[in-house]
């Protein structure tokens, strides 16, 4: 018997943001395989036969068969997916991950590879009855040197835990994102997440050195080189960076780790139109130069709803637009001034209409706390749309307003934020609750504008189950057949999470 979704929200006031969040929706989302019309492929059935030869490589303990110890990693963050499976395996080894591979593809048992069930486009959880693969206990830290900044870790391991071990010894993680107290490296390079500093480190495919992955067949594939250069041929480890789950399962990540910047500054400013944030990132970039490690956005409707539902304070008033600078560099005298330097002339010029800069940790943590938290705080609300797509800079805010005069006759509200520095805009459209009609107001429609304008239809969360069915509208035929020929030949029997990232 499945209890309610209610009882999971055990004493919100003693959690934090993102887990009041993660819960405030009390309602349980319809099964994915209903609300987006799919029919099962020919899978095989799981039998009492196959939960005791998983019994008998991980213990009873680490097969997780109680329907409602199940649920939660049935459905994803945004409550938008749920699926229908009866079992959660967690190995702790390279080698469980390979015997179950291999049992379950002799079997044609479909699995959903699952690491912190952060994903925002229904990636991480099954669609119906597929086996979920969860890698919570795959946390080892293996080793780092310190001197080149190699981290070699096991996939599981939390990415926040990784960098508070990897600051410690001067070394940052080269990722950064909302989603870091729970996500797992194994899940980052599966998407290839982005995050709030790629402008200054660059994607998954710089920093990763090189990997570990179990392929279909439970064949371990051993990539995991700590060097920088390797031009021994193909460059195996990116098929699996990005690659949601489905050509592999990630095992063991090396990761190049860079220094720890001595100093650090955040400027946080209010601007009046979306024509004056590319005025100022341009000056961004000329004068903060090599030091310029974010350079974010947010709309009033963003910042203001995510202040009001999850109660935090805004440090400067109310403005249509926010714009949040952050500088890594060596001088902390010097860089904090270079970044006060650049408020005041953006005042003198009107470009910026106010704003507050510091160095202090505490006031840094409130401000990114505030960006961080726009991508769940329409939860609270109600259904959260989801869109993340990346647009030439001057079409950048175009969307949102195509959508709010789309949506002007309906009980929509619609967000624009994201990372200016990538091109890449986040856009929620938060509704009272999910309706068929809103969706097809929607969707196609973002993806077509989206196409029109040459972009990327998703640019860093991925495919996932919720837009294989739009991938022509950013790739064309010709690569989506390379890709289906890739799937083939690295998962024959398709037992990587099906449903996800090819279409039909
Ligand atoms: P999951 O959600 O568990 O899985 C994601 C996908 O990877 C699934 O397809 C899954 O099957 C696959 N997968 C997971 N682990 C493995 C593995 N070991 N081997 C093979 N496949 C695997 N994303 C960004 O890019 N930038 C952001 O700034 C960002 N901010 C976020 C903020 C918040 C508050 C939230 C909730 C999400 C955010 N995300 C962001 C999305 C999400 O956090 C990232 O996609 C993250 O990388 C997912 O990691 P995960 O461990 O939670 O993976
Ligand atoms: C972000 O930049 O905040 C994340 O990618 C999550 C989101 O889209 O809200
Ligand atoms: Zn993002």
């Not at 938290?373 to 939860?379: N, R």
């Amino acid at each position: 018997m499945i209890r309610p979704l209610s009882l999971f929200i055990f004493n919100l006031n003693k959690q934090n943001v993102k887990t009041q969040v993660k819960f405030a929706s009390t309602v349980l989302p319809q099964f994915s395989s209903e609300k987006y019309g799919v029919k099962r492929k020919s899978f095989g059935v799981l039998q009492p036969r196959d939960i005791d030869y998983f019994k008998s490589i991980l213990g009873e303990d680490r097969v997780v068969t109680d329907e409602s110890d199940v649920l939660p990693f049935n459905i994803d963050w945004i409550k938008n997916c749920r699926g229908q499976s009866k079992v959660v395996l967690k190995p702790k080894t390279t080698e469980e991950v390979s015997k179950i591979l291999s049992y379950c593809n002799g079997k044609r048992l479909a699995v959903c590879p699952q690491g912190g069930n952060t994903g925002l486009v229904g990636g991480s959880v099954p669609v119906f009855d597929e086996i979920v693969l969860n890698f919570n206990l795959m946390n080892k830290i293996i080793s780092l040197d310190e001197i080149s900044g190699a981290l070699v870790c096991e996939s599981g391991c939390v990415l926040e835990n990784l960098d508070d071990y990897v600051r410690e010894r001067n070394l940052i993680m080269p990722l950064d994102l909302g989603a870091k107290g729970s996500c797992h490296i194994g899940g980052n390079v599966s998407t290839n997440a982005g995050g709030l500093r790629l402008l200054r480190y660059g994607n998954l495919h710089g920093s990763v050195l090189g990997l570990e992955a179990v392929k279909a067949d439970g064949t371990v594939l051993d990539c995991l080189r700590t060097l920088k250069k390797d031009n021994t041929g193909y460059h195996l480890k990116h098929l699996f960076i990005g690659s949601e789950g489905t050509l592999g399962v990630v095992t063991k990540v090396a990761i190049h780790c860079p220094a720890l910047p001595k100093a650090v500054s955040l400027g946080f400013f209010g601007v009046e139109n979306f024509e004056n944030i590319l005025n100022l990132y341009k000056r961004a970039k000329t004068s903060l130069g090599e030091i310029l490690s974010a350079f974010e956005m947010a709309d009033n409707g963003s910042v203001s709803s995510t202040v009001k539902n999850l109660k935090l304070s805004n440090p400067i008033s109310d403005y249509p637009f926010y714009v949040l600078v952050e500088t890594h560099g060596s001088d902390e005298t010097h860089d904090s001034e270079k970044l006060s330097r650049f408020l005041s002339e953006g005042m003198e010029s009107g470009v910026i209409v106010d704003g507050t800069v510091t160095s202090e940790p505490a006031k840094m943590k409130t401000i990114w706390n505030i960006r961080e938290s726009i991508a769940g705080a329409g939860l609270v609300e109600g259904y959260s749309f989801k869109y993340d797509v990346s647009i030439p800079l001057r079409n950048y805010y175009d969307l949102v307003e195509l959508l709010r005069d789309r949506l002007k006759d309906h009980q929509a509200k619609v967000y624009g934020y994201g990372h200016v520095g990538d091109g890449n805009i986040h856009i929620n459209v938060i509704v009272p609750e999910y309706t068929k009609n809103m969706y097809s107001m929607l969707e196609p429609y973002i993806f077509e504008e989206v196409a029109k304008l040459k972009g990327s239809i998703s640019a860093e969360h991925g495919v996932g189950f919720r837009k294989p069915q739009f991938i022509h509208y950013s790739k064309d035929e010709s690569a989506l057949q390379l890709m289906k020929d890739l799937k083939k030949s690295m998962d024959p029997n398709g037992i990587l999470n099906p449903y996800k990232v090819l279409p039909d």
